[in-house]
């Protein structure tokens, strides 16, 4: 515990916050460094282990950082809005990265991926007032105030271009499907996940959802999957975006340094350690800088109907399938490509890339198993090249970010990431090759859109937990 302290207090000095502010940051249990046994050290050189102990500590330091910055602003907004926080509890969601099958998951496919630290932080505490208030430090027009079971309508304009649709949604699921709202609490949040591709509404959404559990004195048991079911009601009955699941998945289940699996049949989650020391390779977040107002709003949505519209009319001519992830043997694949191939070439192009994306998964957990970092980034790079050319989801500056990393020796595998359009691509990449992606991403994406050289940004993740509570901070 006093080892955790030093971390933080440490932190905070090197970000210039007052020793007066660093003493109100109280410890809290985090798991201590994993350091290598005898056996596996005999194996390594001494400059090896050097390095990743170092890695290591240079993942836990900047944890500290972005946790230290996450409360002390949290504290200070709360202040200066009048919200009463103090004693209370931060709750911290992850981000997540997909591995496979992106856009699988309104698709019946199964869903691999991890969760990452970018994250939504909340910290809050019940009142007295019969009043939700809470203030957003990432969209800081004003405190959203509203009384539970007074909150607009679902879909409606009042709603369409305000971040307060979240925290009506949720409180708006929460009693459609008979759990109290009635009590009130201050929150005050901030977040540093990119504006697209790694989840940050999902975050959000989970995150206020067992707030407003917990506030009202209700929890559901840990991993229960209505929280998933629930959360996503949020995007698709009350926002109105044509999401799946996969998102709150990767969010919601997310352990440290594992990856997750679900299968749709099943609701089956399961854990997928990985075959080699997590400080062998990289995962990288390339913010473009630009922001995606909404899957409702976007070439998402598009494709979600035509999902839905090529399965309904396989079905009307025969097919005895429940979404396009049922096609998997080549013998009816073929047989619809080329009887739709020249009615419907847009429609055979969405499933040209998710047949073969679901040919690639299993290939994609068995390499992250084993290990076989290379393999992992190489399928990647073939996902990539499907979203882009099959599935049609990217966007200019996504596909600026994949090319720019592309160049880059030591970079395994780069594709855009989540929704499209906008927000952010991803890569794998080996440790040796971070400082060359930066470099190249801080000439080659400014050259080409000036007006977001200061917008956009480098996010180097691991994989981590995807819900924390964190107490005595606040």
């Known amino acids: 515990m006093a080892f955790r302290w030093s971390r933080l207090a440490g932190a905070a000095r090197r970000l210039a916050i007052p020793a007066v502010v660093t003493a109100s940051v109280a410890p809290y249990e985090r798991r201590p460094l994993q350091f290598e046994t005898r056996s596996s050290q005999s194996s390594q050189s001494l400059e090896e282990r050097v390095r990743v102990l170092e890695t290591k500590a240079r993942a836990m330091e900047l944890n500290d950082w972005m946790e230290v910055r996450a409360v002390e602003t949290i504290k200070l907004a709360a202040k200066q809005h009048g919200l009463d926080i103090s004693g209370g509890i931060i709750r911290r969601t992850s981000s997540r990265f997909c591995l496979g099958v992106e856009h699988g998951d309104y698709n019946g496919m199964e869903l691999f991926g991890v969760g990452t630290d970018r994250f939504i932080w909340m910290g809050y505490k019940p009142n007295d007032s019969g009043k939700i208030r809470i203030f957003s430090q990432n969209f800081p027009e004003k405190v959203v105030e509203f009384r539970p079971q007074e909150v607009p309508a679902p879909k409606s304009s009042s709603i369409s271009d305000t971040w307060a649709r979240f925290p009506y949604g949720v409180e708006y699921v929460l009693r459609s499907n008979g759990f109290d709202t009635s009590r009130g609490f201050d929150a005050v949040l901030m977040g540093n996940i990119p504006g697209g591709g790694m989840s940050r509404s999902a ?61 749709p049949k099943t609701n089956k ?40 519209e090529f399965l309904a009319l396989l079905q009307k001519n025969g097919y005895r399938i429940q979404s396009l992830g049922e096609v998997k043997d080549r013998k009816t694949y073929d047989e619809i490509i080329a009887k739709y191939g020249k009615s419907h070439p847009n429609l055979c192009k969405r499933l040209e890339y998710l047949f073969f994306a679901q040919e690639r998964f299993e290939a994609m957990v068995k390499a992250w198993r084993e290990g076989n970092i290379a393999e992992v980034g ?68 400014k050259r080409s859109y000036p007006q977001l050289a200061d917008k956009c940004a480098v996010h180097v993740v691991r994989a981590c937990k995807g819900v924390e509570v964190l107490e005595g901070l606040l």
């Open 269 to 308: 989650v399961s854990y997928i350690p990985l075959g080699v020391d997590t400080n062998e390779f990289r995962i990288a977040a390339l913010d473009t800088g630009t922001v995606r107002h909404g899957l409702e709003k976007t070439t998402y949505a598009v494709r979600v109907q035509e999902c839905r």
């Open 203 to 263: 975050s959000l959404v989970i995150n206020l959802m067992l707030t407003m559990l917990e506030v009202n004195k209700k929890s559901l048991p840990e991993g229960d999957f209505r929280i998933v079911k629930m959360a996503q009601q949020v995007e698709n009955d009350y926002i109105g975006a044509p999401c799946g699941n996969l998102d709150q998945i990767m969010i919601y289940y997310a352990k440290d340094g594992m990856g997750t699996r679900y299968d």
């Open 378 to 445: 190489a399928i990647f790079r073939r996902d990539g090249i499907g979203l882009r050319d099959e599935y049609q989801i990217s966007g200019p500056e996504l596909e600026t970010m994949v090319n720019i990393a592309r160049t880059i020796p030591g970079v395994l595998g780069e594709r855009m990431l989540g929704g499209g359009d906008k927000g952010a691509s991803g890569a794998i990449l080996r440790p040796d090759a971070e400082r060359s992606l930066r470099n190249a991403v801080n000439t080659g994406y």
